[in-house]
């Protein structure tokens, strides 16, 4: 069976849940693509990305290339204005300073998720592990804490993206209480 299956699997009694993926480096893109496409192509989802490793127009650019329907995505990118890239106001954008600003992150996907049509959407936050670099375990803690609770208020399928690190095993054990699903997506091979 493969990882989306195992995932549709595991979800597939849920209306809205919150699932925390691990992943390793490797696979990493892949998976992400693999979700996100699963959830815009099969299931007709719209959602909102929030890319905190690749610009937006990279990110978008990968999942156009992958079959991605990237109209039915908001983007919040806590990139482009960090590396000192050019923001160009867009519709399906919201370019924030960067990932250490964690009330910035919250307010863009605040105004994103209201955007969104529909009853059904999803939000996919791209990785764990990049908050890590910019903060420390426990206000990533408290942050997902909040975030989880606002995936909940707003009802939307969400997931979170962990890479599979040592370093981030004693977050990953915390943050459990807050998910209602682990996925494990590939182990170090």
């Not at 699932?19 to 192509?41: G, P, R």
């Not at 863009?108 to 791209?126: T, Y």
Request: with cysteine.
């Amino acid at each position: 069976m493969g990882k989306i299956e195992e995932f549709d699997r595991e979800v597939k009694d849920l209306k809205e849940f919150i699932a925390l993926a691990t992943v390793s480096a490797k696979e990493y893109q892949k998976t992400n693509i693999e979700l996100v496409k699963h959830l815009t192509k099969e299931k007709n989802i719209p959602g909102v990305y929030i890319t905190l490793n690749k610009p937006f127009e990279t990110m978008k650019s990968v999942l156009e290339k992958s079959g991605v329907d990237t109209k039915m995505i908001i983007f919040i990118d806590a990139v482009t204005k960090t590396a000192g890239g050019k923001v160009a106001k867009t519709k399906n954008c919201l370019f924030i300073g960067n990932p250490e600003n964690l009330s910035d992150i919250s307010i863009a996907m605040d105004q994103a998720v209201m955007a969104l049509p529909g009853k059904e959407k999803f939000m996919f936050f791209d990785s764990l592990s990049t908050l890590l670099l910019y903060n420390s375990i426990e206000t990533v803690a408290r942050f997902v804490h909040f975030l989880a609770g606002k995936m909940r208020v707003w009802k939307v399928k969400g997931i979170i993206i962990s890479l599979e690190r040592e370093e981030d095993k004693e977050l990953i054990e915390e943050l459990s209480q807050f998910c209602d699903i682990i996925i494990d997506f590939g182990g170090k091979k």
